[in-house]
T-cell receptor, first 114, second 111 residues
Framework: ETGVTQTPRHLVMGMTNKKSLKCEQHLGHNAMYWYKQSAKKPLELMFVYNFKEQTENNSVPSRFSPECPNSSHLFLHLHTLQPEDSALYLC?????????????FGPGTRLTVL | KQEVTQIPAALSVPEGENLVLNCSFTDSAIYNLQWFRQDPGKGLTSLLLIQSSQREQTSGRLNASLDKSSGRSTLYIAASQPGDSATYLCAGPWRSEKLVFGKGTKLTVNP
């Protein structure tokens, strides 16, 4: 596979469930990102990892827990979510930082919280 | 606080028309300005990235300009086609890693 892949593409979960979103990039990049896209809101940055280290947490509630075991993989662990967390969750990667490098996005995971 | 605004929120044009999408931002100390395309329910595809030292970038029928002093960027699409129908997003980082996005302009090109 090439580019940035995300699994699953669709996820429905109850508020008491625990689930994880997975992102994998095949571009040799060093920075990875999680974004949330809700209806009628701008795309919001959630987390940034640079060389496996978290460098940005954009005031995200603790029910979202990211994990970056290596530069190619990024996870978002979900626990006791709320219905308002339903959104499209996008993963992206770039060579290093957004100041100079284009970000490449995955297709997203459409999350529905019941 | 940096903010990015895109007007109009939606635009419908006939095929073949040249069009301009607008993006404005509140802080002129932008690192770069990026334009993306998003098809319904899909991820984003990067179209053009203009560094802060540049004035414009071109790719095929697309031309993007950046005027930092006025806080504006435009995306010009020449000879529009139905396949150009999508939502177009602009975004800029003001710090090294954090992209701030506009809400996008939904473009419909009618055959």
């Amino acid at each position: 596979e090439t580019g940035v892949t995300q699994t699953p593409r669709h996820l429905v979960m109850g508020m008491t469930n625990k689930k994880s979103l997975k992102c994998e990039q095949h571009l040799g990049h060093n920075a990875m990102y999680w974004y949330k896209q809700s209806a009628k809101k701008p795309l919001e940055l959630m987390f940034v990892y640079n060389f496996k280290e978290q460098t940005e947490n954009n005031s995200v509630p603790s029910r979202f827990s990211p994990e970056c075991p290596n530069s190619s993989h990024l996870f978002l662990h979900l626990h006791t979510l709320q219905p308002e967390d339903s959104a499209l969750y996008l993963c992206a990667s770039s060579q290093e930082s957004a100041s100079t490098d284009t970000q490449y996005f995955g297709p997203g995971t459409r999350l529905t919280v019941l | 606080k940096q903010e990015v605004t895109q007007i109009p929120a939606a635009l419908s044009v006939p095929e073949g028309e040249n069009l301009v999408l607008n993006c404005s931002f509140t802080d002129s100390a932008i690192y770069n300005l990026q334009w993306f395309r998003q098809d319904p329910g899909k991820g984003l595809t990067s179209l053009l990235l203009i560094q802060s030292s540049q004035r414009e970038q071109t790719s095929g029928r697309l031309n993007a300009s950046l005027d930092k002093s006025s806080g504006r960027s435009t995306l010009y699409i020449a000879a529009s086609q139905p396949g150009d129908s999508a939502t177009y997003l602009c975004a800029g980082p003001w710090r090294s890693e954090k992209l701030v996005f506009g809400k996008g302009t939904k473009l419909t090109v009618n055959p």
